[in-house]
Protein backbone atom coordinates (compact mmCIF):
# COMPACT_ATOMS: atom_id res chain seq x y z
CA UNK A 1 0.00 0.00 0.00
CA UNK A 2 1.42 3.29 -1.01
CA UNK A 3 1.81 6.29 1.70
CA UNK A 4 -0.95 8.12 2.07
CA UNK A 5 -0.79 11.88 0.60
CA UNK A 6 -3.12 14.83 2.13
CA UNK A 7 -3.96 18.06 0.49
CA UNK A 8 -5.11 21.33 2.53
CA UNK A 9 -5.30 24.53 1.20
CA UNK A 10 -3.65 27.15 3.79
CA UNK A 11 -2.88 31.19 3.80
CA UNK A 12 0.45 30.26 1.80
CA UNK A 13 -0.86 27.62 -0.96
CA UNK A 14 -1.72 23.97 -0.55
CA UNK A 15 0.36 22.47 1.94
CA UNK A 16 0.72 18.87 0.70
CA UNK A 17 1.62 16.12 3.36
CA UNK A 18 3.32 12.97 2.65
CA UNK A 19 3.08 9.63 5.15
CA UNK A 20 5.95 7.76 6.36
CA UNK A 21 7.36 4.72 4.42
CA UNK A 22 9.75 4.55 1.78
CA UNK A 23 10.14 7.58 -0.29
CA UNK A 24 10.58 6.34 -3.48
CA UNK A 25 7.14 5.10 -2.75
CA UNK A 26 6.02 8.12 -1.28
CA UNK A 27 7.04 10.21 -4.18
CA UNK A 28 4.89 7.72 -6.59
CA UNK A 29 1.96 8.33 -4.51
CA UNK A 30 2.72 11.90 -4.66
CA UNK A 31 2.86 12.64 -7.82
CA UNK A 32 0.28 9.86 -8.64
CA UNK A 33 -1.91 12.20 -6.78
CA UNK A 34 -0.92 15.38 -8.12
CA UNK A 35 -1.81 14.14 -11.35
CA UNK A 36 -5.19 12.66 -10.81
CA UNK A 37 -5.95 16.12 -9.70
CA UNK A 38 -3.87 18.48 -11.86
CA UNK A 39 -6.69 20.29 -13.57
CA UNK A 40 -8.38 21.28 -10.14
CA UNK A 41 -4.91 21.84 -9.21
CA UNK A 42 -3.47 23.90 -11.70
CA UNK A 43 -1.26 27.23 -11.29
CA UNK A 44 -1.19 26.16 -7.17
CA UNK A 45 1.80 26.93 -5.49
CA UNK A 46 3.00 23.82 -3.23
CA UNK A 47 4.06 23.09 0.80
CA UNK A 48 5.37 19.92 0.61
CA UNK A 49 5.79 18.31 4.02
CA UNK A 50 7.97 15.16 4.23
CA UNK A 51 8.22 14.99 7.52
CA UNK A 52 11.50 12.53 7.95
CA UNK A 53 12.05 11.54 4.32
CA UNK A 54 15.61 11.98 3.45
CA UNK A 55 15.99 13.89 -0.16
CA UNK A 56 19.26 14.63 -1.71
CA UNK A 57 19.73 17.77 -4.10
CA UNK A 58 19.57 15.33 -7.10
CA UNK A 59 16.42 13.80 -6.12
CA UNK A 60 15.21 17.46 -5.07
CA UNK A 61 15.52 18.91 -8.80
CA UNK A 62 13.83 16.08 -10.20
CA UNK A 63 10.71 16.25 -8.09
CA UNK A 64 10.30 19.75 -8.69
CA UNK A 65 10.83 19.26 -12.28
CA UNK A 66 8.38 16.74 -12.16
CA UNK A 67 5.75 19.03 -10.16
CA UNK A 68 5.87 22.20 -12.71
CA UNK A 69 5.31 19.38 -15.36
CA UNK A 70 1.77 19.25 -13.63
CA UNK A 71 1.73 22.69 -13.99
CA UNK A 72 2.30 23.48 -10.26
CA UNK A 73 4.68 25.52 -9.01
CA UNK A 74 6.89 23.74 -5.74
CA UNK A 75 7.36 26.75 -2.91
CA UNK A 76 8.70 25.06 -0.04
CA UNK A 77 9.76 21.70 1.12
CA UNK A 78 8.98 21.41 5.14
CA UNK A 79 11.12 18.58 6.71
CA UNK A 80 12.79 17.01 10.17
CA UNK A 81 15.82 16.14 8.16
CA UNK A 82 18.61 18.21 7.76
CA UNK A 83 19.35 16.71 4.52
CA UNK A 84 16.33 17.52 3.23
CA UNK A 85 16.35 21.37 4.21
CA UNK A 86 19.77 21.77 2.66
CA UNK A 87 18.89 20.21 -0.80
CA UNK A 88 15.67 22.45 -0.54
CA UNK A 89 17.41 25.68 0.38
CA UNK A 90 20.05 24.47 -2.40
CA UNK A 91 16.87 25.10 -4.94
CA UNK A 92 15.75 28.44 -3.70
CA UNK A 93 12.76 26.64 -2.06
CA UNK A 94 11.60 27.76 1.23
CA UNK A 95 11.63 25.57 4.39
CA UNK A 96 9.63 27.63 6.71
CA UNK A 97 6.28 29.19 6.24
CA UNK A 98 4.82 31.80 8.39
CA UNK A 99 0.92 32.42 8.47
CA UNK A 100 1.41 36.23 8.96
CA UNK A 101 -2.03 38.33 9.75
CA UNK A 102 -3.96 39.10 6.25
CA UNK A 103 -3.67 42.46 5.24
CA UNK A 104 -5.87 44.30 2.28
CA UNK A 105 -4.21 44.14 -1.12
CA UNK A 106 -4.03 45.70 -4.32
CA UNK A 107 -2.00 44.02 -7.25
CA UNK A 108 0.56 47.05 -8.53
CA UNK A 109 -0.68 46.19 -12.14
CA UNK A 110 -4.06 47.16 -11.38
CA UNK A 111 -3.46 50.42 -8.86
CA UNK A 112 -3.51 52.85 -11.61
CA UNK A 113 -7.22 52.19 -13.18
CA UNK A 114 -8.35 50.15 -9.95
CA UNK A 115 -9.92 52.24 -6.95
CA UNK A 116 -8.54 51.65 -4.03
CA UNK A 117 -11.30 48.62 -2.25
CA UNK A 118 -13.43 51.04 0.23
CA UNK A 119 -13.70 49.42 4.50
CA UNK A 120 -15.97 49.83 6.19
CA UNK A 121 -15.23 47.68 9.60
CA UNK A 122 -13.89 44.66 8.74
CA UNK A 123 -14.79 44.23 5.23
CA UNK A 124 -13.90 45.02 1.76
CA UNK A 125 -15.94 46.36 -1.05
CA UNK A 126 -14.81 46.30 -4.48
CA UNK A 127 -16.53 47.68 -7.50
CA UNK A 128 -14.73 46.17 -10.35
CA UNK A 129 -14.40 43.28 -12.37
CA UNK A 130 -11.14 41.49 -11.21
CA UNK A 131 -9.32 40.57 -13.85
CA UNK A 132 -6.75 37.62 -14.67
CA UNK A 133 -3.68 38.26 -12.10
CA UNK A 134 -5.68 41.07 -9.65
CA UNK A 135 -4.80 39.39 -6.26
CA UNK A 136 -6.41 41.05 -3.17
CA UNK A 137 -6.06 39.40 0.42
CA UNK A 138 -8.07 40.63 3.37
CA UNK A 139 -8.19 39.97 7.13
CA UNK A 140 -12.20 40.12 7.13
CA UNK A 141 -15.68 40.08 4.37
CA UNK A 142 -14.72 40.68 1.24
CA UNK A 143 -17.54 41.59 -1.24
CA UNK A 144 -17.04 41.95 -5.26
CA UNK A 145 -19.63 43.89 -7.57
CA UNK A 146 -18.48 42.32 -10.86
CA UNK A 147 -17.02 39.39 -11.73
CA UNK A 148 -13.88 37.58 -10.49
CA UNK A 149 -11.94 36.29 -13.94
CA UNK A 150 -9.88 33.30 -14.34
CA UNK A 151 -6.41 33.62 -13.09
CA UNK A 152 -7.44 36.21 -10.40
CA UNK A 153 -7.61 35.47 -6.49
CA UNK A 154 -9.08 36.63 -3.12
CA UNK A 155 -8.48 35.19 -0.11
CA UNK A 156 -10.39 36.39 3.37
CA UNK A 157 -10.40 35.44 6.42
CA UNK A 158 -14.37 35.78 6.79
CA UNK A 159 -16.96 35.62 3.73
CA UNK A 160 -16.47 36.35 0.05
CA UNK A 161 -19.78 37.57 -1.66
CA UNK A 162 -19.84 38.07 -5.70
CA UNK A 163 -21.92 39.40 -7.30
CA UNK A 164 -21.05 38.56 -10.59
CA UNK A 165 -20.05 35.85 -11.99
CA UNK A 166 -17.01 33.74 -10.08
CA UNK A 167 -14.21 31.92 -12.31
CA UNK A 168 -10.98 32.78 -10.28
CA UNK A 169 -9.62 31.20 -7.40
CA UNK A 170 -11.25 32.12 -3.89
CA UNK A 171 -10.31 30.98 -0.47
CA UNK A 172 -12.86 32.18 2.17
CA UNK A 173 -12.14 31.57 6.13
CA UNK A 174 -8.31 31.43 5.61
CA UNK A 175 -7.30 31.35 8.94
CA UNK A 176 -9.12 28.81 9.78
CA UNK A 177 -13.32 29.72 10.00
CA UNK A 178 -14.96 26.71 8.54
CA UNK A 179 -18.06 28.72 9.22
CA UNK A 180 -17.55 31.20 6.35
CA UNK A 181 -19.29 31.12 3.23
CA UNK A 182 -18.55 32.16 -0.72
CA UNK A 183 -21.84 33.43 -2.46
CA UNK A 184 -22.17 34.26 -6.04
CA UNK A 185 -24.41 34.69 -8.77
CA UNK A 186 -22.23 32.62 -10.94
CA UNK A 187 -20.13 29.86 -9.17
CA UNK A 188 -17.86 28.63 -11.28
CA UNK A 189 -14.51 28.91 -9.66
CA UNK A 190 -10.81 27.38 -11.00
CA UNK A 191 -10.30 26.30 -7.13
CA UNK A 192 -12.84 27.02 -4.05
CA UNK A 193 -10.94 27.06 -0.58
CA UNK A 194 -13.07 27.19 2.81
CA UNK A 195 -10.48 27.36 5.66
CA UNK A 196 -8.28 23.99 5.30
CA UNK A 197 -10.99 22.42 2.69
CA UNK A 198 -11.14 22.58 -1.03
CA UNK A 199 -13.75 21.89 -3.15
CA UNK A 200 -14.30 19.51 -5.68
CA UNK A 201 -15.99 20.94 -9.01
CA UNK A 202 -18.48 19.19 -10.63
CA UNK A 203 -17.67 17.41 -14.06
CA UNK A 204 -21.30 19.30 -15.27
CA UNK A 205 -21.75 23.02 -13.67
CA UNK A 206 -25.04 23.17 -15.33
CA UNK A 207 -27.31 26.42 -16.34
CA UNK A 208 -25.61 29.39 -14.39
CA UNK A 209 -27.52 30.04 -11.26
CA UNK A 210 -26.89 31.81 -7.90
CA UNK A 211 -25.10 29.50 -4.67
CA UNK A 212 -24.05 29.48 -1.62
CA UNK A 213 -20.77 27.13 -0.83
CA UNK A 214 -20.25 26.22 2.76
CA UNK A 215 -18.85 23.28 5.11
CA UNK A 216 -21.01 20.51 5.98
CA UNK A 217 -19.63 17.42 7.71
CA UNK A 218 -16.56 18.21 6.83
CA UNK A 219 -16.94 18.69 3.12
CA UNK A 220 -17.70 21.62 1.07
CA UNK A 221 -20.77 21.86 -0.56
CA UNK A 222 -23.00 24.18 -2.83
CA UNK A 223 -26.64 24.86 -3.11
CA UNK A 224 -28.93 27.46 -4.40
CA UNK A 225 -28.49 30.51 -3.39
CA UNK A 226 -31.58 33.59 -3.03
CA UNK A 227 -29.95 36.65 -2.07
CA UNK A 228 -32.32 38.61 0.16
CA UNK A 229 -34.09 35.86 1.31
Not at 103 to 114: G, I, L, M, Q, S
Not at 201 to 217: L, S, T
Amino acid sequence: MLPEVQIKGIREGLLVSVGEGDWTEAEQSLLGELSRQKDFLKGARLILDVDEHHINAAAMGRLRDQISERGLSLWAVLSQSPLTERSAQAMGLATRIHQAELEPEVDDREEEETPQPSQEGNAVLLRKTLRSGFNLSHSGHVTVIGDVNPGAQIIASGNVVVWGRLRGLVHAGAEGNEGAVVCAMDLSPTQLRIAGHIAIPPQDQGEPRPEIAYVKDGKVVAEEWSPGA
